[in-house]
């Protein structure tokens, strides 16, 4: 099985923004195992605007978007060498590839994407994508690193995305709520949208109208996704294998 794992901001770092070691150590072990039962996994991550504020302090006066491009540079370095560590640990080697929106712009582009992570998969080497925000500009980002999971599982043809989230999927009201609750499936063509609250977590740029979206758009596309909670222990071999876990399940249209 195919398989594009999306982590959030919210999964990987802790509040003051420094990268949490040992929940992206178990979230590397689960996806070693699942390479060592003969699936090929790339990770779509977030995280390293978040590390690089946590390394460096800029005087306030640092323009927005500069501000963005130098914390990126520096946090993608800490979250890829960190990545690198962890895997190394399980016997897998890592590849690094920061896209933007234009690097899905033609037939050949996207097409150079495929062989690349086609070569990775070939090799045994885990591919580690981020979207590149050193050189992304606000005209030319994605919406969040979802969108980008969504248009990289479809461009794969993986047979499963999984979005890790901070809570356990999509709910009828806000999750906070205890007369709320969660839901297990979605039929292809379902409308939620009035299901969702506008709140966004502390670390990303995104939330779950943006997971709603892209879960929507890639099952509409034949792709099972998932939405799933990154806290929990074996989420993703669980998700694998139709455990008992809860999330929320976008099945693919046929």
Not at 218 to 247: K, M, W, Y
Request: hydrophobic letters at 45%.
């Amino acid at each position: 099985m195919r398989i594009v794992v999306k982590v959030g901001s919210n999964v990987l770092a802790r509040a003051d923004g420094r990268l949490c070691i040992a929940r992206m150590a178990e979230l590397v072990d689960q996806v070693a195992a699942l390479c060592e039962q003969g699936h090929q996994v790339a990770i779509v991550t977030s995280g390293a605007v978040a590390a690089g504020r946590a390394q460096v302090a800029l005087p306030k006066t640092v323009e927005r978007v500069a501000r963005r491009q130098v914390l990126s540079a520096v946090g993608q370095a800490i979250l890829i060498d960190t990545y690198r560590t962890l895997f190394s640990a399980d016997g897998l080697d890592v590849g690094q590839i920061l896209l933007t929106k234009c690097d899905f712009a033609t037939a050949e582009q996207t097409a150079n994407i495929r062989q690349c992570i086609a070569a990775f998969f070939a090799y045994g080497i885990v591919p580690v994508i981020n979207e590149n925000d050193t050189v992304s500009v606000e005209s030319l980002m994605f919406t969040d690193n979802d969108e980008l999971a969504g248009q990289l599982a479809e461009l794969i043809e993986a047979d499963l995305l999984i979005i890790l989230s901070s809570i356990d999927g999509l709910y009828t009201g806000d999750p906070a709520d205890p007369a709320s609750r969660l839901i297990t499936q979605v039929a292809p063509g379902e409308d939620l949208a009035s299901h969702v609250v506008s709140a966004k977590t502390s670390q990303g740029r995104g939330g779950m109208g943006t997971k709603l979206h892209v879960a929507s758009a890639t099952a509409a596309r034949g792709i099972e996704t998932v939405i799933a909670n990154g806290f929990r222990h074996n989420i993703l071999s669980d998700v694998v294998s139709r455990g008992n876990q809860p999330c929320t399940r976008f099945l693919p249209a046929r």
